[in-house]
């Protein structure tokens, strides 16, 4: 095994066991403190893989914002902070089984996609975030979704400011 | 060794690391005297009374909220800034028009009153 | 030959010299090179936290007509020290049924998060801890970890009033990333680059500062909010009654959250150098690079003198003034720069480099001008409406 791939194993435990703990804590706001070192794990992934830009946008908005947005929302809407009492329910080995087959069938998709497990293509030492700029930008390439994302922020904005509104 | 990251994650490494050791080396220094009195949480000089999770506004949401609209747009934008000198005015243009829309955004959520702290 | 002028790069030349005749090739010298760097650059971080201390003690010292520390030590040089052995050796007392490990572990993340924007920084032509070509998101990524820290400070020390400061803060942190992350689009927008070495060297000529002004200006306003310092610290300034998130700290804990200010401070000084103020640039870097090092560190402490001067100077300022400045003025005019900035630097790409480097400190000063307008005639209707609303009382009393 090289360094490589033994880090990628390291980080990849990390987030997977997280993830878990998420699901599993007890404590709400443990929950959103694993979630954090996964997201932070996620980033780690993204570095190794020599996706730079994706790596530090993954840390500014799953971290900086989302965790941010998540960690108010669970603060403001929990009376209690203490155990909420059993975590699993009566019947809870049928779900279970139904998301695992729900993750085989994923994972026989994706493996059967062409290109899985080859190497990603090099992108011949040109700066990955000019090409995503000029991808983003370009009308033959993703200007209408980069235009119409500015429209979906837009609505989110609008929307939550509307659902806020009527409570407060 | 290639990767540019590997560094970012030794320096990470150690800048926690550091902080860390210096941690357990005070721990070690400094006296070690608990006492029910010391380790009551601070209210001022009185005792406490009741849970210690209170209700909070709704405004630090609001708050939250626009800033991960912002920020979303600010991603957006990084790449834009850095290939819109190689592309025609349009390319530009087309960023500008992004920007606007949410500054579109932002005056609604102004006019509305959810910017203001309560 | 040792090239005294380009000091840096014979240094590590030498180190790996010395590494390759260990044993290792090429390649992998020049990897152990770059992992002794990233292991010793943030030992020289926290190191700066010492004089810096000193440095504005003194300065805030003379700004309020005092001396400022000079007993312990000659000028007080020695009294950071002193400091330092009294903060390591203070009890360190955990509150009652606080979190222990997020407790411990919000200080180390504080430092982390200042230390890991030093990785970036170019302190010379050859002399940085790692190239990233994002390196501009990286400075803003790390920062996260900054806020982060915070909330978790204020969540595991158990204390509502903790808690409320923490979520205070970090409404306040966030509010201002806003305006932060727009002006560090600009040095993006002027130099093409998302590289801190790309930006420096596009300002060979020119500075950002005087391309834009305004973008320089609002970087130094928000990142003293982001930061937390005054007049921006409410929420931890000494006179007020609750210390904000850490009032639950003793000991080395609380020692990190308040070097972690500091150092904080100074590295944004030295960001705001290196953006705006051309970081290593300078006469004769081209013939002794390592002379970039000293410009830096003028530069940034200079900045870091700013930050400084603003603290001693202005009152300290309520938090929806704070939050209303931040969304109402800062955002908006940030978000009408960038449009602005990047249509004048494209239309002028072809022209010389001054007629577009006065453009862009024409488009600044426009749009400067336009905004203290609007704020004068808010400012006059405000005043007019608050005289007219005066008026009807006396006749009332006249009775």
Not at chain 1, 135 to 162: D, H, K, N, R, T
Not at chain 2, 50 to 58: H, P, R
Not at chain 3, 299 to 311: D, M, P, Q, S
Not at chain 3, 368 to 382: D, N
């Amino acid at each position: 095994m090289t360094i490589a791939q033994v880090i990628f194993v390291v980080i990849s435990a990390v987030v997977l066991v997280s993830a878990v703990l998420v699901v599993v804590s007890r404590n709400i706001v443990h929950a959103a403190l694993w979630l954090i070192l996964s997201l932070f794990g996620v980033a780690a992934l993204f570095a190794v893989l020599e996706a730079g830009f994706m790596a530090v946008v993954q840390v500014v908005i799953y971290v900086g914002a989302i965790a941010t947005l998540i960690i108010f929302a669970i603060m403001l809407t929990r009376r209690e902070m203490r155990e909420p009492g059993q975590q699993t329910h009566r019947w809870w080995p049928l779900p279970a089984l139904l998301a695992m087959a729900l993750f085989a069938g994923l994972a026989w998709l994706l493996g059967s996609l062409p290109g899985t497990g080859a190497a990603p293509p090099a992108l011949a030492g040109e700066d990955p975030v000019l090409l995503l700029g000029q991808a983003l930008l370009s009308p033959e390439q993703y200007m209408l979704p980069f235009e119409v994302a500015s429209v979906l922020l837009l609505a989110a904005l609008v929307g939550a400011i509307v659902i806020a509104g009527d409570s407060r | 060794m290639d990767n540019a990251w590997s560094v970012v994650g030794i320096f990470m490494i150690v800048a926690i690391v550091l902080p860390g050791a210096a941690l357990i080396m005070a721990r070690l220094l400094g006296p070690k005297k608990p006492s029910p009195i010391k380790q009551q949480t601070y209210e001022c000089g009185v005792e406490t009374v009741g849970e210690s999770w209170v209700q909070f506004k709704a405004q630090y949401y609001v708050y939250a909220l626009a800033f991960v609209v912002f920020d979303v747009e600010v991603v957006f934008l990084y790449p834009w800034a850095r290939a819109y000198g190689q592309l025609p005015l349009f390319a530009t243009l087309e960023g500008a028009l992004f920007i606007l829309i949410l500054a579109v955004g932002l005056l609604y959520v102004w006019r509305k009153g959810a910017l203001e702290w309560q | 030959m040792v090239n005294l002028g380009d000091f840096f790069y014979t240094l590590g030349m030498w180190l790996q010299g010395l590494l390759m005749r260990a044993g290792l090739n090429e390649s992998a010298a020049r990897g152990a090179f770059s992992a002794l760097v990233a292991a010793l650059l943030p030992l020289i971080a926290l190191l700066t936290a010492v004089p810096l201390i000193w440095l504005e003690r003194k300065w805030i010292a003379r700004l309020q007509d005092r001396m400022g520390p000079n007993r312990v030590g000659p000028f007080g040089l020695l009294q950071v020290f002193a400091d330092m052995v009294k903060i390591f050796t203070k009890e360190d007392i955990t509150p009652l049924g606080a979190d222990r490990v997020v407790f411990a572990l919000a200080p180390v993340l504080a430092v982390a998060g200042v230390v890991g924007l030093w990785a970036v920084i170019p302190f010379a032509a050859n002399a940085f801890g790692v190239d990233l070509n994002v390196g501009v998101l990286y400075l803003v990524a790390a920062g996260t970890l900054s806020t982060l820290a915070i909330m978790l400070a204020g969540w595991s020390a158990n204390n509502k009033y903790a808690l409320l400061g923490a979520f205070r803060t970090v409404a306040q942190m966030i509010s201002y990333e806003v305006p932060l992350v727009l002006s560090l689009l600009v040095p993006v927008l002027l130099s093409g680059s998302l590289g801190l070495n790309g930006i420096v060297a596009a300002q060979r000529e020119v500075w950002f500062v005087f391309s834009a002004p305004l973008a320089a200006l609002l970087f130094l306003i928000a990142s003293q909010a982001e930061v937390g310092r005054a007049p921006f610290d409410l929420l931890e300034a000494e006179s007020e009654i609750v210390a904000g998130f850490n009032i639950e700290y003793s000991g080395m804990k609380f020692g990190f959250f308040f070097v972690g200010e500091f150092l904080h401070s100074f590295t944004m000084g030295l960001l705001g150098a290196t953006l705006f103020l051309g970081g290593w640039t300078g006469p004769g870097v081209e013939t002794y690079p390592a002379l970039g090092a000293v410009y830096i560190i003028l530069k940034g402490t200079f900045v870091y003198f700013l930050f400084v001067w603003a603290r001693a100077t202005f009152p300290r300022i309520r938090i929806d003034q704070m939050l209303d400045f931040n969304w109402k003025l800062l955002t908006p005019l940030g978000l009408f720069l960038i449009p602005l900035l990047a249509v004048v630097n494209r239309g002028l790409s072809e022209s010389s480099v001054w007629l577009r480097n006065a453009a862009l400190l024409g488009a600044n000063v426009l749009l400067a001008a336009l905004v203290l307008t609007i704020l004068g005639m808010r400012g006059r209707s405000a005043r007019m409406r608050a005289a007219s609303n005066a008026t009807p009382a006396p006749a009332a009393l006249r009775r």
